[in-house]
């Protein structure tokens, strides 16, 4: 990661394609689509991004992951950490 963080080390590979589905403009509704939820587990999973990185938006949450380098190498869809 860009600027070390221990937070961004507890997201879970689904939180970061949340985070990283958010700053390519999708909404809730695009995301459950996408991923194969429903639209209540999207919520859940976006509340918890919030509580995680002490944000109350997504912008906010994507503002942090772009900040910390989170999203950085994702372009290709590749969401391991390791490669972080």
């Known amino acids: ?6 937070i961004g080390d507890r997201l879970t590979l689904k939180e970061i394609e949340i985070i990283y589905l958010l700053s390519e403009d ?3 509704n695009q995301i ?3 991923i194969g939820l429903t639209l209540n587990a999207v919520k859940t ?8 990185l002490g944000v109350n938006t997504a912008a906010g ?4 992951a772009h900040w910390h380098g989170l ?5 290709n869809g590749n969401f391991d ?4």
């Open 81 to 84: 950490k390791r490669n972080s």
């Open 71 to 75: 999203l950085e190498g994702r372009r």
């Open 32 to 34: 459950a689509k996408e």
């Open 45 to 52: 999973y976006m509340n918890r991004i919030h509580d995680k």
């Open 61 to 64: 949450a994507v503002g942090w």
């Open 26 to 28: 999708h909404d809730r």
């Open 1 to 6: 990661m860009g600027k070390e963080d221990p």
